[in-house]
């Protein structure tokens, strides 16, 4: 499984972003994919995933309200719509992928892409 993430960049606090994660190597039809991120100096941390059949989804308290998780089948793509973007958001962003269902457990999750910077100014 290759995961490729991208979107990241430097906004302004109250703004918008849209990450891309692009998967590939497998049918994902009993996987779910995910995002966690890293702040500086912090541990790893849930953010939000999605269960590839279904659709179910699953959101971190702190971004619930204002981060959508989605997919499209055809593309093997996951997005994460992030708005009303605090300085608090800002991290490395990584998509991830597992066999089963979700879970905020970073250790149960098999698959891991390059991170991708998202920087929110005050």
């Known amino acids: 499984v290759q995961l490729q993430a991208s979107g990241g960049g430097l906004v302004q606090a109250g703004g918008s972003l849209r990450l891309s994660c692009a998967a590939s190597?497998?049918?994902?039809?009993?996987?779910?994919m995910g995002w966690f991120r890293q702040a500086p100096g912090k541990d790893r941390a849930f953010v939000a995933a999605?269960?590839?059949?279904?659709?179910?989804?699953y959101y971190a308290d702190s971004v619930k309200g204002r981060f959508t998780i989605s997919k499209d089948n055809a593309t093997n793509t996951v997005w994460l719509q992030m708005n009303s973007l605090k300085p608090e958001d800002t991290a490395v962003y990584y998509c991830?992928?597992?066999?089963?269902?979700?879970?905020?457990?970073?250790?149960?999750?098999?698959?891991w892409g390059q991170g991708t910077l998202v920087t929110v100014s005050s």
């Open positions: 190597g497998r049918t994902f039809s009993s996987y779910s």
């Open positions: 999605i269960r590839w059949i279904g659709g179910m989804t």
């Open positions: 991830t992928a597992r066999i089963g269902p979700a879970t905020t457990v970073q250790a149960r999750w098999d698959y």
